[in-house]
């Protein structure tokens, strides 16, 4: 039903976000060549103060609060107050989710971190280097450990191999998968991004069938891709939901209707603005510029909002020609 007033209706947004991300640093000491956030050691933190401001200014009176918030960094495990901020969350009825690169997993955080949190996220770009050690510490104390899977131009293949079930031993005891596009941004190479080739086409085409043992997902930006390859009902997929659903917030606490966006146009302080301000007044000049103006042959042309408002390269299906479709 969502936020409509009977079964049938369906609106295009929510009155307030139902997934909010939050990075709390842009600290991180790895160093991933791709790092979209370009992350750095350099102890850039959100405050106990600060988040738990943010997280005050996302409750609604009328709404209530956001279903979700899933935090981020940098490397959440290396701010020195992730547990209070965990605390901070549960105290606003807020069950927190994260993303780590897992280095700093220990038995004693697993159970610190247990009782406070929906579940975790482990990110990377190669299956046969999953943290297993690490995440299975997660996985042993029962806590619902995803894997981010990061699809670009090289990890395809890979990807491939998880839809034809050839590496469902790596995910054995793992919650889901989650495959995320690969985004320029960042450290992030252009080089590095999907290309509409034989490769990608076989991708979509294993969806409906594919072989892995977990349950799969996709990060908004792939939409497109599965609107037009696959037969996945459309009452499951979204389109990019970025400032229709999803907001995001970083550590300076500048709302930003997606953690990739690449200029100040949608970009508003929560120092200097309500939330509600931002959601439903400045953001509905974003939200009116999402027209799909695609012209190739689609089934789902209608369900679908013509892709990234960001970036163009990662709209592989997209035309403004009239084309047929890639079937």
Known sequence: MRWGKTLEENPYRAPLPELVDI???????KGCSFCYRDSLPN?????????????????????????????????PLEHPDFL????????????PNFTTNAEHITEQLAREVKPL??????????????????????IKEGIKTNIHFILDRK????????????HNENLKGFNSLIFLTFKPMGRGNDDLCLDLNEDLKEFCLLIDNNKCSLNIGFDSCFMPMLMH?????????????????????????????????????????????????????????????????????????????????????INLCKTKKPEKALL
């Open 229 to 313: 390859f696959t037969n996945t009902t459309i009452d499951f997929i979204e389109p990019c939901e970025c400032a229709f659903f999803s907001a995001y917030i970083d550590e300076n606490l500048i709302v930003k209707p997606c953690s990739f966006t690449i200029h100040n146009r949608d970009n508003y302080s929560l120092r200097d603005n309500s939330f509600d301000t931002i959601w439903n007044s400045h953001w509905e000049s974003f939200r009116n510029g999402q027209i799909n103006d695609c012209q190739r042959e689609c089934k789902n042309a209608d369900n679908c909002r013509g892709g990234c408002p960001y970036y163009d390269q």
């Open 23 to 29: 990075s709390i640093s842009n600290h991180c000491t």
């Open 155 to 166: 990890s395809i293949k890979q990807g491939i191999e998880i839809l034809k079930g050839n």
């Open 43 to 75: 102890n850039e933190f959100m405050s106990v103060e600060d988040y738990e401001f943010t997280i005050r200014a996302l409750n609604s009176k009328k709404w209530g609060n956001v279903f979700q918030v899933a935090l981020g960094g940098g490397e």
């Open 84 to 95: 209070e901020i965990l605390r901070i969350s549960r105290k606003h009825n807020i069950v």
């Open 117 to 138: 949190v929906g579940a975790a996220a482990i990110s990377f770009s190669d299956i046969r280097l999953t943290p297993k050690s690490k995440a299975q510490i997660f």
